[in-house]
């Protein structure tokens, strides 16, 4: 259960622009590589950070991480199908 928690939220931090919003962009995780380097504790303050490498028409590529009183804890690496334009709206 822990890993698979660890795992979604690593994954929400990688698809997301950091600023709380949504991707200008559809995703799809075409990878997700997930290194655990430490532990959480019930009641510890849980802090996410994303670094978008680059976005292409096709893939983008980023890094995430989940950090515990400034210790980095999970580090997430991922590539995504750019899928389209989530505020496109859809056809009648």
Request: net charge positive; no cysteine.
């Given at each position: 259960m822990r890993?698979?928690?660890t795992g979604s939220c690593a994954a929400r931090t990688a698809a997301s622009s950091g600023s709380g919003v949504s991707?200008?962009?559809g995703l799809i995780t075409a990878?997700?590589?997930l290194d655990y380097a430490g532990t959480a504790s019930?009641?510890?303050w849980l802090e996410t950070g994303v670094d978008?490498?680059?976005q292409g028409s096709r893939l983008a590529f980023g890094n995430g991480f989940i950090t515990v009183a400034?210790?980095?804890i999970v580090r997430a690496s991922a590539v995504f199908l750019v899928a389209g334009d989530l505020n496109?709206?859809?056809?009648?």
């Open positions: 890993a698979r928690w991707p200008p962009t990878n997700l590589t019930i009641g510890d978008f490498q680059k400034g210790e980095r496109a709206k859809p056809e009648a």
